[in-house]
C-alpha cells in the first residue's frame, strides 16, 4: 500500500475537499484524511433547526456554486449536509474516511504522519481541520447542583431533550439561535448575555449580506483590516437565517417573556449570580447593528443609490432593574454557548504562538511545505466559511503547485513568477 503523497491534507470537511478539488485541477497526487465521515460536524454537532446565516447563493466550493431554487434563502441542515456530500460526489476526491491523524513532525525533507491505520509521509502537508476542536466549559459549571443537566451548543439538538427550565450561557450566533429556538418552544428560557455584537438582516430593501458584498466587505484581507489579527477573535454577530432570515433582538425576546441578566458571574451554593452589565450589553449590540446600517447609509448616498428609507432603530425593551440572582431550584438544564477551542498538539511542528494558534501569512507557514486551510480569517472574512475557501485553496494550491519536488534531482522547484507575482 502507498504510505508516501507528494501531498496529504488532514481533514475532510469542506475546506479539505476544497483544497483537494485544486489540486486536482492540478493533477496534483495527494490524499485526504478524515476522521469521521464527510460532513460529520455539520450532522453531530449541529442542532436539528440549524440552519445558515449567510444566503444560499454565497455557498461557492470551487467548482461547485450553489445551484438551487432558492439563492436567497438560508439552508436548513439537512441541506447542508447534502451539499457537502454532493460536491464530493462531484469529483470523487481521494479521501479515506474514519481516520486519524495522531502526529505529524518534520523531518529532513518530508513530513511523517502517524495516523490510527499506520505510518505516511508525505512532501507537503495541508491541515484543513478547521479550529473549533474541543468545547469550551467553563470550570465555573462544576459548582451547579449535581441534578441540573449540563450540555454544550455541540450536543443540544431539540427543546424537546430538556424539561421546561433552562440558562443558556453565552449570546454568540448559537447562544442567541439556541435560546430562540427554546424559546419558540415554549420553554422558559434564562438568557444570561455577552458582550456579543448584532447584526441587521434586512436594511433598506436588501439582505445585509447584499450590502456588504456589493460594498466590497468580503473581499478585504486581514490585513486591510482596521482591527489586523485581532479580528480573529472576535465574536460573531448575532443573526439568523430561520424562517427566512431574520433579526435576532433580544429585547422582543424579554417582552415576550424570557428572562435576560448579564454576564454568568459565580454560584454560591443555590444561587447563581450574574453582572450588572445586561444593558451595557444589550446597548453594545444594538450600537454595533446601528453603526453598520450607517457604513451602508454613507454608501447609498456615496453612490446614489435608489433604496427605502427606514426609521432609526427604538429599543421595544428595557430593564427596569438588572436582576441579579437566580435561584438554582428554578433551573433544570444549562446549555454551555461558550465557544471552542483549537487543539493543534498532535501537529509537532514548531509554527504556533504562545496561544497555540499557527503563524502563518495566507495559510503559508514558515515552515517549508506545511500550510493552513479553513481558519476564521484566515486571509478574509469568508476563509472559514463557504463563500472564502475557494479563493484560499486556490491560492494554496498555487503555492503547492510551485513548490512540487522535483524527482531528478530531490531539488525544489520554485515558480518565481508566482512566487514573486503573490
Not at 474514519?98 to 513532525?105: R, S, T
Not at 451548543?153 to 450566533?173: H, M, N, R
Not at 435560546?179 to 434564562?190: C, N, P, R, S, T
Not at 454595533?288 to 427605502?308: G, L
Request: aromatic share 12%; net charge negative; charged share 25%.
Amino acid at each position: 500500500m502507498q504510505s508516501h503523497y507528494p501531498v496529504i491534507i488532514v481533514g475532510g470537511g469542506q475546506s479539505g475537499l476544497s483544497m483537494s478539488y485544486c489540486l486536482k485541477q492540478k493533477n496534483i497526487e495527494h490524499l485526504i484524511f478524515e476522521k469521521h465521515k464527510i460532513a460529520h460536524a455539520w450532522q453531530a454537532k449541529r442542532w436539528d433547526t440549524f440552519c445558515l446565516v449567510t444566503p444560499n447563493w454565497q455557498c461557492r466550493l470551487p467548482g461547485f456554486p450553489y445551484a438551487g431554487d432558492d439563492p436567497r434563502g438560508f439552508m436548513q441542515k439537512d441541506a447542508i449536509v447534502d451539499y457537502i456530500k454532493s460536491y464530493a460526489a462531484s469529483f470523487d476526491p481521494p479521501i479515506r474516511e474514519g481516520v486519524e491523524v495522531l502526529k505529524i513532525i518534520k523531518n529532513d525533507d518530508r513530513f511523517e504522519l502517524t495516523t490510527s491505520i499506520g505510518d505516511y509521509t508525505a512532501d507537503q502537508v495541508v491541515i484543513a481541520a478547521g479550529s473549533y476542536h474541543q468545547p469550551k466549559i467553563p470550570r465555573l459549571s462544576e459548582r451547579f447542583p449535581s441534578a441540573i443537566v449540563q450540555l454544550h451548543a455541540s450536543e443540544y439538538k431539540s427543546p424537546d431533550f430538556l424539561p421546561d427550565q433552562i440558562l443558556v450561557v453565552g449570546t454568540g450566533q448559537s447562544g442567541c439561535q439556541i435560546a430562540e429556538d427554546l424559546h419558540l418552544a415554549g420553554k422558559k428560557v434564562h438568557l444570561a448575555v455577552g458582550s456579543a455584537p448584532r447584526s441587521p438582516r434586512l436594511y433598506r430593501g436588501k439582505d445585509i449580506v447584499d450590502w456588504l458584498d456589493q460594498m466590497g466587505y468580503y473581499d478585504l484581507s486581514i490585513d486591510d483590516h482596521p482591527q489586523k489579527e485581532s479580528v480573529r477573535s472576535k465574536a460573531n454577530h448575532y443573526v439568523t437565517g430561520r424562517d427566512g432570515g431574520r433579526e435576532i433582538d433580544l429585547r422582543h425576546f424579554a417582552r415576550e417573556g424570557m428572562k435576560l441578566y448579564g454576564r454568568l458571574k459565580d454560584v454560591n451554593g443555590s444561587t447563581i449570580e450574574f453582572e450588572n452589565n445586561l444593558k451595557q450589553n444589550l446597548d453594545h449590540a444594538d450600537a454595533v447593528a446601528e453603526s453598520i446600517k450607517r457604513t451602508v447609509d454613507q454608501f447609498i448616498e456615496k453612490n446614489q443609490i435608489d433604496a427605502p428609507i427606514e426609521p432609526p432603530y427604538q429599543p421595544v425593551w428595557e430593564p427596569d432593574s438588572e436582576e441579579l440572582t437566580l435561584n438554582a431550584a428554578d433551573i433544570e438544564a444549562i446549555v454551555w454557548c461558550t465557544g471552542y477551542q483549537s487543539d493543534f498538539r498532535w501537529v509537532e511542528v514548531p509554527v504556533f504562538d504562545g496561544k497555540g494558534y499557527p503563524g502563518h501569512e495566507r495559510g503559508v507557514t514558515q515552515i517549508w511545505g506545511l500550510y493552513f486551510l479553513g481558519l476564521p480569517w484566515l486571509y478574509t472574512w469568508g476563509s472559514g466559511r463557504f463563500s472564502g475557501i475557494a479563493r484560499d485553496a486556490q491560492y494554496l494550491a498555487d503555492y503547492i503547485a510551485a513548490r512540487k519536488k522535483v524527482s531528478q534531482d530531490s531539488a525544489w522547484s520554485v515558480v518565481n513568477e508566482f512566487l514573486l507575482g503573490s
